[in-house]
């Protein structure tokens, strides 16, 4: 864990260095608008989804009312910022991509190994940000129906969590994988065989949006701190077998 939030102030501060910073204001801008957008929108609709939710409960759990109320508004909550989550890194998907590109270049000394251009590499990361979308969306989904099943709405923030840490490393360690070739199924299968460092890359990741004004450049941050993490946990694993 303690290499994992190095990883991260280490690459917040690289990102600021000339030569990087203008692959960072792109996502800044980015997520700025996204951020008032989504502040406007749940001062608007919080208090509807909550008051549903609760109507949900059945009436013979009407004594834990205490318990499920708060646990409701933390499953609410979480769904806002995974959206939130997700529609940033699609839209920020070109920059991010090109950054870790440069960034590894930086630190290695030799770019990856599918160095693609700026025009190829922003449509590609869009098309794996999607491929994204297509494995995260179902698991969202489901975690989400989970939190109206009576007793299991108990444990879903806390599959929230896990899910969380997972999504995040998938979302930021994916980054220098796709820019070197790694296919969506290979990469999962090597954050599985390095699963602490990428459980708590995740999780460093996950705290660090929700870090009010710094995580504008924690994101960004994060995208090189995984590029770290690749070179140091990742590239050597076997490719996988076809």
């Known amino acids: 864990m303690i290499y994992s939030l190095q990883a991260i102030v280490r690459g917040t501060r690289l990102v600021l260095e000339p030569g990087l910073r203008r692959f960072v204001i792109g996502p800044i801008v980015v997520n700025l608008l996204l951020y008032g957008g989504t502040i406007y929108y749940l001062i608007g609709n919080f208090g509807g989804w909550l008051d549903y939710g609760m109507r949900q409960v059945p009436s013979w759990l009407d004594w834990l009312e205490w318990l499920i109320w708060p646990l409701l508004v933390v499953v609410l909550v979480l769904m806002v910022f995974f959206t939130f989550t997700l529609v940033s890194n699609l839209i920020a998907a070109p920059f991010y991509g090109f950054l870790a590109e440069k960034v590894e270049t930086r630190l290695t000394g030799r ?17 794996r940000e999607l491929v994204k979308l297509g494995y995260l969306l179902p698991r969202m989904a489901l975690l989400f129906l989970l939190g109206f099943v009576p007793g299991l709405n108990l444990i879903t923030p806390f599959l929230w969590a896990a899910f969380s840490a997972w999504m995040m490393a998938i979302q930021y360690l994916d980054y220098p994988m796709d820019n070197n070739q790694v296919a969506f199924t290979d ?30 450049v924690l994101l960004p941050g994060g995208v090189a701190g995984g590029v770290m993490l690749w070179d140091r946990y990742y590239r050597s694993l076997p490719v996988a077998a076809r």
């Open 187 to 216: 990469m999962r299968r090597r954050l599985r065989a390095r699963w602490w460092p990428t459980l708590t890359y995740g999780g460093c990741m996950s705290l660090a949006t929700w870090v009010p004004l710094l995580n504008l």
């Open 111 to 127: 770019p990856p190994s599918d160095e693609r251009g700026w025009i190829k590499t922003g449509v590609d990361a869009v098309g």
